[in-house]
T-cell receptor, first 114, second 110 residues
């Protein structure tokens, strides 16, 4: 158990809908990262937040957004969902914002868009 | 841009054999190289990492080697066991983020 929690574990929705994925980092970690894992794409970095502020951005679509709240939990919002958004979404956390810091991954949310 | 190539994509070994997974990175500024193990239905779990100031690191049956000149790093698992079966990902630091390899599916047969 990494100490990172994610909810829900599974999510099934329809195209065009909007969903919110939630992540709670390990106690004491200030950085939260979001990744997308699909069968043919491996682990793709989406976005990083550090202590409430956006720190780094990866291949995140404009339809997707995220935020980190004062209690350090984070939410990833996916809107206007398409079939191709079906994937595993992982959250990871680390103590600091440096990319050399060890990242600890949560169990993931499996999103299926029908 | 930043890229990490990982080989092989699949690896089948007999229990007790050794397994080696190799990665090549493109960013010469990379200085942190973690390895993650992902079991079915779970998130990636860090198993070992190495920083650019060392060439090798070992933890029981797992070792990682780094050749900064060639921009190669490798994961070595000795005396493999069925519970080592999983997908293994290498990663290296890119600009502001970790860049992951495409994964190696390791199957250890009893």
């Amino acid at each position: 158990d990494s100490g990172v929690t994610q909810t829900p574990k599974h999510l099934i929705t329809a195209t065009g809908q909007r969903v919110t994925l939630r992540c709670s980092p390990r106690s004491g970690d200030l950085s939260v990262y979001w990744y997308q894992q699909s069968l043919d794409q491996g682990l793709q970095f989406l976005i990083q937040y550090y202590n409430g502020e956006e720190r780094a951005k990866g291949n995140i679509l404009e339809r997707f957004s995220a935020q980190q709240f004062p209690d350090l939990h984070s939410e990833l919002n996916l809107s206007s969902l398409e079939l191709g958004d079906s994937a595993l979404y992982f959250c990871a956390s680390s103590v600091d914002s440096n990319s050399q810091e060890t990242q600890y991954f949560g169990p993931g949310t499996r999103l299926l868009v029908l | 841009g930043e890229n990490v190539e990982q080989h092989p994509s699949t690896l089948s070994v007999q229990e007790g054999d050794s397994a080696v997974i190799k990665c090549t990175y493109s960013d010469s500024a990379s200085n942190y190289f973690p390895w993650y193990k992902q079991e079915l239905g779970k998130g990636p779990q860090l198993i070992i990492d190495i920083r650019s100031n060392v060439g090798e690191k070992k933890d029981q049956r797992i070792a990682v080697t780094l050749n900064k000149t060639a921009k190669h790093f490798s994961l070595h698992i000795t005396e493999t066991q069925p519970e080592d079966s999983a997908v293994y990902f290498c990663a290296s630091t890119g600009f502001q983020k970790l860049v992951f390899g495409t994964g190696t599916r390791l199957l250890v047969s009893p």
